[in-house]
């Protein structure tokens, strides 16, 4: 949830990690092998076939970042 209310599809439907900004709301992709490693553990543990997974993790992008240095300037 990026606080927006907007509806958001990924085109990308194998494992990865998504990256959202608070400030502008855009989310990139980012491939992590601990993505793959973390399923395997969990399927082993759990029983579970994971036919998907989506981690967010949010956070400031660079961009946005480097525009509030700006600001204060």
Do not use: M
Not at 39 to 44: D, H, N, S, V
Not at 51 to 59: A, F, K, M, N, Q
Request: hydrophobic share 25%; aromatic share 6%.
């Amino acid at each position: 949830h990026l606080g927006d209310h907007k509806l958001r599809f990924d085109k990308c439907t194998e494992p990865h990690l998504n990256l959202a900004c608070i400030a502008c709301k855009k989310v990139i992709d980012l491939e992590d092998h601990w993505v793959h490693e973390s399923i395997r553990e969990i399927e082993g543990q759990s029983g579970y076939k994971v036919c998907t997974s989506r981690i967010l993790y949010l956070g400031v992008c660079p961009d946005c970042q480097e525009n509030e240095k700006q600001k204060q300037k």
